[in-house]
């Protein structure tokens, strides 16, 4: 039961365009959502998150939307460079219940390359 | 601030072996949590520590997993009588809990590989 997915495997696109990474999902308690960038060999790294009371957060180059009637989140990457290649996971977690602990459900990623 | 720590980096072991891995979070972070990776997938839940009380452990944590966080501070997690199955990386991650913000850091994990 995949509650976050993320249907494209793998993304290109060229340096200085706009790079947009998709990710669904199915679990109606989840109100926080995340982005998470992976290098080989290294964890995850923090990128961006929003909360479900928003429909849009920005940091720099990276802009997260939420749809939440289509349950449905893009990370916008502007300008793209080529140090953005890398494995993008988003991640979702409930901040309601009685153990509103953030634990994280991810998806299965998207690998972005940027050619120069 | 020197991030999540994760020992050792890479582990390889004959089936039927017991490891232990070993997780220093981030200093202030009050929540510790374990995900395990495979290839091609996402971090998957495994277990997470408030302080020192282990609050959840996914069925995925089979009875030969085991994991501690004795002080509140570092963890480790252990594996027993290891499968081939076992094989991915073991990701450690911490939080400080905050109303507002539920981001957690990660360590760079260990590798297990199960010969």
């Known amino acids: 039961d995949q509650q976050v997915k993320q249907n494209s495997p793998s993304l290109s696109v060229q340096e200085g365009r706009i790079s947009i990474l998709n990710c669904d999902y199915t679990n109606s308690m989840f109100d926080y959502f995340l982005w998470y960038k992976k290098y080989p060999a290294e964890g995850p790294t923090f990128l961006i998150s929003i909360s479900s009371i928003k429909d849009k957060n920005e940091d720099g180059r990276f802009t997260v939307f939420l749809n939440k009637s289509a349950k449905h989140l893009s990370l916008h990457i502007v300008p793209s460079q080529p140090g953005d290649s890398a494995v993008y996971f988003c991640a979702a977690t409930s901040q309601t219940g009685g153990t509103s602990y953030g634990k994280l459900t991810f998806g299965q990623g998207t690998i972005l390359t940027v050619h120069p | 601030d020197t991030g999540v720590s994760q020992d050792p980096r890479h582990k390889i072991t004959k089936r039927g072996q017991n490891v232990t891995f070993r997780c220093d979070p981030i200093s202030e972070h009050n929540r510790l949590y374990w995900y395990r990776q495979t290839l091609g997938q996402g971090p998957e839940f495994l277990t997470y520590f408030q302080n020192e009380a282990q609050l959840e452990k996914s069925r995925l944590l089979s009875d030969r997993f085991s994991a501690e966080r004795p002080k509140g501070s570092f963890s480790t997690l252990e594996i027993q009588r290891t499968e081939q199955g076992d094989s991915a990386m073991y990701l450690c991650?911490?939080?400080?809990?905050?109303?507002?913000?539920?981001?957690?850091?990660f360590g760079p994990g260990t590798r297990l590989t199960v010969t």
């Open positions: 991650a911490s939080s400080l809990a905050r109303d507002t913000s539920y981001e957690q850091y």
